[in-house]
């Protein structure tokens, strides 16, 4: 901030010279009350000095006007960081004399240097943020998890910060920027919270720094929040079309079902075409006339016996053992498959 005091307006005529045209000085910040910032010097006999537009409340506050020599102090400690510069004018007055009074208003520009009293002051971590959370288990060594952040309220150098990390930790921090990455193992850190803490140090001289706390928190190696929500978010989507493992226990269902149809076809196919060609067989035969059984005594042939002392029994043919196994195991095929059904 700049306090300026407005130009008094012109000289008289004949009027007096300031030894310099601009009073031009510099004054570092913090200066005792009542520090010499300039003297202006007029050459005359009997010359008086006041602060120009007197009435300028701000400027009055900061300096003060010697009346007979024209030394120009300070009223207050100067705070760069409130006020970096002042500009007033400093009224040279001759006593009067036969061809009347003389004056001449001499400008005077102060700049308030900077003095390295402002220590760092931590925007993250802060109190009210200052934690990352990290999982357990997975890779970030080379990825940036942080950035450290700090301001300094002084100027050039004096307000430039480096930052730096606590030993003994698997971080590593760019001393510029402030990025913070990894560089180790997190599985090697025991305890699941850590306070790590870090600093932040400008370039003043001497240099004045400040130390934050950092706090890491180490979750279990179990899918982060990001894949938490991608997972309800794609559960909630396969309700609403139907899909998801209903889907896929239904199409298993239905390719057991589409197989066991086709092997119970192809079985029955193989039954009818086995029966068939025993019966196409079994007319190719010549046909030969039964011939009657007598379990004893005599019979009369009239198409039906009748033994005399015993029943007539007509031979039946005899079905081959091997078929009937093939049968039973067509059957036991068949019963398991519907029970898998």
Same mark, same amino acid.
């Given at each position: 901030?700049?306090?300026?005091?407005?130009?008094?307006?012109?000289?008289? *005529?004949?009027?007096?010279? +300031?030894?310099?045209?601009?009073?031009?000085?510099?004054?570092?910040?913090?200066?005792?009350?009542?520090? =010499?910032?300039?003297?202006?010097?007029?050459?005359?006999? !009997?010359?008086?000095?006041?602060?120009?537009?007197?009435?300028?409340?701000?400027?009055?506050?900061?300096?003060?006007?010697?009346?007979?020599?024209?030394?120009?102090?300070?009223?207050?400690? @100067?705070?760069?960081? %409130?006020?970096?510069?002042?500009?007033?004018?400093?009224?040279?007055?001759?006593?009067?004399?036969?061809?009347?009074?003389?004056?001449?208003? +001499?400008?005077?520009?102060?700049?308030?240097?900077?003095?390295?009293?402002?220590?760092?002051? @931590?925007?993250?971590?802060?109190?009210?943020?200052?934690?990352?959370? &990290?999982?357990?288990?997975?890779?970030?060594?080379?990825?940036?998890?942080?950035?450290?952040?700090?301001? /300094?309220? !002084?100027?050039?150098?004096?307000?430039?910060?480096?930052? =730096?990390?606590?030993?003994?930790?698997? @971080?590593?921090? /760019?001393?510029?920027?402030?990025?913070?990455?990894?560089?180790?193992?997190? !599985?090697? &850190?025991?305890?699941?919270?850590?306070?790590?803490?870090?600093?932040?140090?400008?370039?003043?001289?001497?240099?004045?720094? =400040?130390?934050?706390?950092?706090?890491?928190? %180490?979750?279990?190696?179990?899918?982060?929040?990001?894949?938490? /929500?991608? =997972?309800?978010?794609?559960?909630?989507?396969?309700?609403?079309?139907?899909?998801?493992?209903? @889907? *896929?226990?239904? &199409?298993?269902?239905?390719?057991?079902?589409?197989?066991?149809?086709?092997?119970?076809?192809?079985?029955?196919?193989?039954?009818?075409?086995?029966?068939?060609?025993?019966?196409?067989?079994?007319?190719?035969?010549?046909?030969?006339?039964?011939?009657?059984?007598? !379990?004893?005594?005599?019979?009369?042939?009239?198409?039906?016996?009748?033994?005399?002392?015993?029943?007539?029994?007509?031979?039946?043919?005899?079905?081959?053992?091997?078929?009937?196994?093939?049968?039973?195991?067509?059957?036991?095929?068949?019963?398991?498959?519907?029970?898998?059904?």
């Amino acid at each position: 901030m700049a306090a300026v005091s407005p130009h008094s307006g012109e000289n008289n *005529w004949n009027s007096l010279q +300031c030894g310099r045209r601009l009073y031009d000085v510099t004054m570092s910040e913090n200066n005792p009350i009542s520090a =010499t910032i300039v003297k202006v010097g007029v050459p005359g006999s !009997d010359v008086t000095f006041a602060l120009d537009n007197a009435d300028n409340a701000f400027i009055s506050s900061q300096v003060h006007v010697h009346a007979t020599t024209g030394i120009v102090s300070s009223k207050t400690s @100067f705070d760069r960081e %409130l006020v970096d510069t002042i500009s007033f004018g400093v009224v040279a007055t001759e006593a009067p004399a036969e061809s009347g009074s003389r004056s001449v208003t +001499c400008r005077v520009h102060v700049t308030i240097a900077d003095v390295n009293d402002n220590a760092p002051v @931590f925007e993250f971590p802060s109190p009210k943020n200052n934690t990352i959370v &990290l999982t357990t288990g997975r890779r970030y060594e080379g990825n940036r998890v942080a950035r450290l952040k700090a301001r /300094d309220n !002084d100027f050039g150098s004096n307000a430039r910060v480096t930052y =730096t990390i606590e030993a003994g930790y698997p @971080f590593a921090v /760019d001393p510029k920027t402030g990025l913070m990455s990894v560089v180790g193992d997190l !599985d090697s &850190l025991a305890a699941q919270t850590a306070n790590i803490r870090v600093f932040a140090t400008d370039s003043g001289n001497p240099a004045m720094s =400040t130390t934050g706390i950092l706090n890491l928190v %180490l979750e279990r190696a179990e899918m982060d929040t990001h894949h938490r /929500d991608q =997972t309800s978010r794609r559960r909630a989507a396969n309700r609403k079309t139907g899909t998801g493992s209903n @889907f *896929w226990i239904i &199409l298993a269902i239905g390719v057991v079902i589409i197989l066991a149809a086709i092997i119970i076809t192809a079985i029955v196919a193989v039954l009818v075409f086995t029966d068939r060609r025993r019966h196409s067989q079994k007319r190719e035969l010549p046909e030969i006339t039964p011939l009657p059984v007598i !379990d004893s005594g005599n019979a009369k042939h009239d198409g039906m016996f009748h033994g005399a002392n015993g029943d007539v029994r007509k031979t039946i043919a005899a079905v081959p053992a091997s078929n009937i196994q093939k049968l039973q195991q067509v059957k036991i095929i068949v019963r398991n498959y519907m029970h898998v059904l």
